[in-house]
Each structure stands twice: as structure tokens, then as C-alpha cells.
């Protein structure tokens, strides 16, 4: 692989209400910045948040090697299990379909590191854990398309820059 490739910045979204994913994504290569970076959010944990390798079953890590950061503070023992479990796995699937799809190089996954920051509801519940997986596939594939296609267009970025609006806050003009 050239260490001439550029990060790529990507964002997915999937879902609804508890179930939401919200998945950012930034995809580098090692041997540089980006992997002093990632090491460093991987040794640096902090109380409500343990950035961990993500794997697709235990002792086998995703490729390209995935840190998953949580956004939401972990807060009770189910939103835990549900952020390690249900949306690890789903972000774990979602990095393999993104290369089966062609939006990470397969000959290139022994030479990039993937940071995945994801945003698991506080207030899911056990009977979310299939949803909550499927959306995190979905997030995550989303993500690393957009960062490998860099999108979203500037077009988009400004047409929609008058009037900005999220699941939780609408911009009224």
C-alpha cells in the first residue's frame, strides 16, 4: 500500500428512536500520525468510556483492525451490554460487508486502522438488541462508503446548510 493515502472521514446514520446508530468513522493508514492517534485513543480510556478492538467473534479483530469508541457514556448495565455486544457486532459486520462492497480496498485492510466513534441510545432496552445490530451495520457500512466517496457532495452540503435539523433539534427559519 502507498503511504501516500489519504484518511477518509465518514458518517452513518440508521434508525430510529432508542434503536438509532449514529457511526463516524476515519479510516488511515498505520505506520504514521493517524496510528499514533488511534493507539493513543486505545490506551486512553476514561470512566464511562473504554475504546476496545472490535472483533467478529472472540480472538478474531475485524480487518481493517477497528477501535470502537463509545459516544454515550455508559450508564447502566444494559446500555453496556448493548454497546458492547448488539452494536459491536454490528459494527464488526458492517467493516466486513464495507470491504466485501469495495469501499475498503481488501488488499489494503492489513494496512489501515479504522477509528469507529458510535452512539448507542442510554435509553435502549434488551428487546432493542437485534435492531440496535442492524442498525449499526447499516451505519457503519454508510460510513466508510461516504469517507471511500467522500461524500456527502458540497451540493448537498449547501443546499441543506439554511436549515439544519437532526433527530433531536430542527433549525427554524
Same mark, same amino acid.
Given at each position: ?41 486505545? +490506551?486512553? &480510556? ?17 480487518? &481493517? ?29 458492517? %467493516?466486513?460487508?464495507?470491504?466485501? +462492497?469495495?469501499?475498503? +480496498?481488501?488488499?489494503? %485492510? ?5 477509528? +469507529?466513534?458510535?452512539?448507542?441510545? &442510554? ?43 437532526? &433527530? ?6
Amino acid at each position: 500500500m502507498s503511504p501516500a493515502f489519504v484518511s477518509q472521514v465518514g458518517e452513518g446514520f440508521a434508525g430510529s428512536g432508542t434503536t438509532v446508530a449514529h457511526v463516524n468513522t476515519v479510516l488511515g493508514a498505520r505506520g504514521g500520525a493517524f496510528e499514533t492517534a488511534w493507539v493513543g485513543a486505545l +490506551a486512553s &480510556p476514561t470512566v464511562g468510556h473504554t475504546p476496545f478492538v472490535v472483533v467478529t467473534r472472540p480472538g478474531v479483530a475485524v480487518k &481493517p483492525t477497528t477501535l470502537f469508541v463509545n459516544k454515550a457514556t455508559i450508564t447502566t448495565d444494559v446500555h453496556g451490554r448493548l454497546t458492547w455486544g448488539a452494536a459491536q457486532a454490528g459494527v464488526a459486520a458492517g %467493516v466486513v460487508q464495507a470491504v466485501l +462492497a469495495g469501499h475498503v +480496498a481488501r488488499s489494503a %485492510v492489513d494496512d489501515l486502522l479504522l477509528l +469507529a466513534a458510535v452512539w448507542v441510545d &442510554p435509553a435502549v432496552t434488551t428487546t432493542d438488541a437485534d435492531a440496535v445490530f442492524e442498525h449499526n451495520v447499516e451505519a457503519t457500512v454508510g460510513a466508510l462508503r461516504a469517507g471511500a466517496e467522500r461524500l456527502p457532495a458540497w451540493a448537498d452540503v449547501e443546499s441543506s446548510g439554511d436549515a439544519p435539523w437532526n &433527530p433531536y433539534f430542527r433549525a427554524e427559519h
